[in-house]
């Protein structure tokens, strides 16, 4: 019987682009006050009205959404990249077995520590620029 569905391409290689980089950069330290507001349970009340968050945690929402979703294409139950727990390396936690997310650590794992080495590659390159800026001046 003849069918209208095109299959998702799960399989697919993600191919990293400077933009993802970027954005990988950009999170990184909006993650950690991200984190560090979620553990407090508020945004040391600098929050916008309405909003919920400081602009640090929004401009990370926005970030945050732009590379996992849009850019890698990811689904929101997808584990995402800034996600620290997946640098400790191993296997999925077990208490995560219930859960639609658990499939998504291995490629979570691998896209984040493909990204870190990403970002490092072009902060080191940024710092040889800056060098290279500075043995130009008088
Ligand atoms: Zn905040």
């Known amino acids: 019987m003849p ?32 984190d560090a507001h979620l553990a407090a349970g508020n945004c040391g009340g600098s929050a916008a ?11 990370f929402v926005e970030v945050s959404k732009r590379l996992n979703w849009r850019l890698l294409g990811l689904s929101p139950g997808h584990i995402s990249v800034f996600d620290a727990a997946l640098d400790k390396g191993g296997p999925a936690p077990s208490w995560m077995k219930h859960l639609c997310a658990y499939a998504t650590w291995e490629p979570a794992r691998r896209l984040r520590a493909a990204l870190r080495q990403a970002a490092a590659q072009q902060e080191a390159a940024d710092e040889v620029l800056i060098a290279g800026v500075l043995l130009r001046e008088p």
């Open 3 to 34: 069918t209208n569905r095109t299959r998702k391409h799960r399989n697919q290689r993600i191919k990293l682009t400077a933009e993802m980089v970027a954005l990988f950069r950009q999170g990184e330290p909006l993650r950690a006050i991200y």
């Open 49 to 59: 009205p309405g909003r919920g968050h400081c602009a640090d945690c929004d401009e």
